[in-house]
């Protein structure tokens, strides 16, 4: 099943365009896109394949740690993560 995964991270100061724009090219292999310019923290939304929540979330994480040790980045704490797989988003657009 494929899920769409949103994931921050705290860095504790503010990013530059320069920074998130290399996020994105990072994150654009995965079908991601991201924000985080002019913030203290960056964020990516990924589609990844997993069989349940958890391992999307997991799944994401690796790639988004990745893409932002590509990026350049600095490590900060994943201080959010949301999960939605497409059975749920086509249940929201039939609502």
């Known amino acids: 099943m494929r899920w769409s995964v949103g994931i ?3 860095v504790g100061r ?10 994105a090219d990072a994150v654009a292999a995965s079908g991601g896109v991201a924000s985080g310019i002019g913030t203290s923290r960056y964020g990516a ?4 394949q997993a069989d349940s929540r958890d391992e999307a979330v997991a799944r994401a994480t ?3 740690t990745a ?3 590509k990026a350049g980045l600095p490590p900060g704490p994943v201080v959010r ?4 797989s497409e059975d ?8």
Not at 14 to 20: A, D, F, G, I, S
Not at 45 to 48: P, T
Not at 81 to 84: D, G, H, I, L, N
């Open 67 to 69: 893409a932002a040790a």
């Open 8 to 10: 921050e991270a705290e």
């Open 14 to 23: 503010v990013l530059t365009r320069e920074q998130v724009v290399e996020l």
């Open 88 to 95: 749920e988003d086509a249940e929201d657009a039939e609502l």
């Open 62 to 64: 690796d790639e988004f």
């Open 45 to 48: 939304r990924l589609i990844v």
């Open 81 to 84: 993560t949301e999960a939605v």
